[in-house]
């Protein structure tokens, strides 16, 4: 286990681990981790999002509306929107796991309440023994990402076929978020207002 854990970084949440891990060898789990999350903390706007989500069904459709944003903090995705006063709905929370030495580099998006525990789900099937079993996993969509310079790409799937490219077919399950990093001290986008169009001055009359 330890070798598997020296071979490949992987960026979890392993505390199984870390008790057959030396002080040094946890140091640097966590240094990688630390480093790997750097690009990804702060607010995120969306630029563009494809894939076949049902906007009455899926609220990530309204993403690229003014007001939407993802925002990183503490290993936790948050999907919100901020009005113009500056207050925060949160519309569903993601703990990222991610995996840097792949190419691409994986994400897995567990969805979690707001303490960060992951929600689960429970699911009942017959066995070839005609027993019934019952298993409980975590909801979460299967990814891949990559950061170039201030955009992040996320290409993840509802179901657990992890996509291997940065693409969302018709009538596959994937979906494809473009986000750019808001700057600090920048202010959110409003909805744009239509203004009322101004009378232009007649040719006889003076401007």
Do not use: H
């Amino acid at each position: 286990m330890k070798s598997k854990l020296l071979g490949a970084f992987a960026v979890v949440l392993a505390v199984a681990f870390t008790g057959c891990m030396s002080p040094e060898e946890k140091a640097k789990m966590e240094a990688d981790e630390k480093a790997a999350f750097e690009p990804l903390n702060g607010k995120w706007k969306v630029v563009s999002r494809e894939g076949d989500a049902d906007e009455d069904a899926d609220p990530a459709a309204d993403a690229t509306k003014a007001g939407y944003f993802y925002i990183v903090e503490n290993k936790i995705m948050r999907n919100v929107y901020i009005d113009k006063d500056g207050k925060e709905e949160v519309i569903d929370r993601q703990l990222l796991r991610l995996t840097t030495s792949k190419d691409p580099k994986t994400v897995d998006l567990v969805y979690c309440d707001d303490k960060g525990k992951p929600i689960t789900t429970r699911t009942t099937k017959k066995g070839i023994t005609g027993k019934r079993k019952t298993t409980t996993s975590e909801l979460k969509d299967v990814g891949v990402y990559k950061v170039d310079g201030d955009t992040l790409t996320i290409c993840a799937s509802y179901d657990d076929k992890r996509p291997t490219d940065f693409t969302a077919p018709k009538g596959s399950a994937r979906y494809v978020l473009k986000l750019q990093k808001v700057k600090d001290g920048a202010k959110p986008e409003e909805p744009k207002k239509d203004e009322p169009k101004k009378d232009e001055p007649k040719k006889d009359e003076p401007k």
